[in-house]
Nanobody, 120 residues
Framework: QLQLVESGGGLVQPGGSLRLSCAAS????????IGWFRQAPGKEREGVSC????????YYADSVKGRFTISRDNAKNTVYLQMNSLKPEDTAVYYC?????????????WGQGTQVTVSS
């Protein structure tokens, strides 16, 4: 059974850092494009970052460029999202998602999400 599990969320002060993990089971992550999405209360889901399966190209939303970094560790079958200089507006539930073809807004497989709260 294909499964994605996020971890690493929590409460952090503005300016702080968190590293989210997306661990896969039932399939090999390096054959999939992996995206991170987030949804804040009362707002639509938005794409945050993605890493392709073909050449490891990375993509970022303008709101997180220069602050977030996506990476993958194929040996651990895990993708990470390093989040630095966090702002209150980064508060949301963060989801990772996998697509067998490419980075998209509608990937086929989703994790359950992890809460990130940025507050003093």
């Amino acid at each position: 059974q294909l499964q994605l599990v996020e971890s690493g969320g929590g409460l952090v002060q503005p300016g702080g850092s968190l590293r989210l993990s997306c661990a896969a089971s039932g399939f090999t992550l390096d054959y999939y494009a992996i995206g991170w999405f987030r949804q804040a209360p009362g707002k639509e889901r938005e794409g945050v970052s993605c890493i392709s399966s073909s050449d490891g190209s990375t993509y970022y939303a303008d709101s997180v460029k220069g602050r977030f970094t996506i990476s993958r560790d194929n040996a651990k079958n895990t993708v990470y999202l390093q989040m630095n200089s966090l702002k209150p507006e980064d508060t949301a539930v963060y989801y990772c998602a996998a697509d067998p073809l490419f980075c998209s807004d509608h990937p086929g497989y989703w994790g359950q999400g992890t809460q990130v709260t940025v507050s003093s």
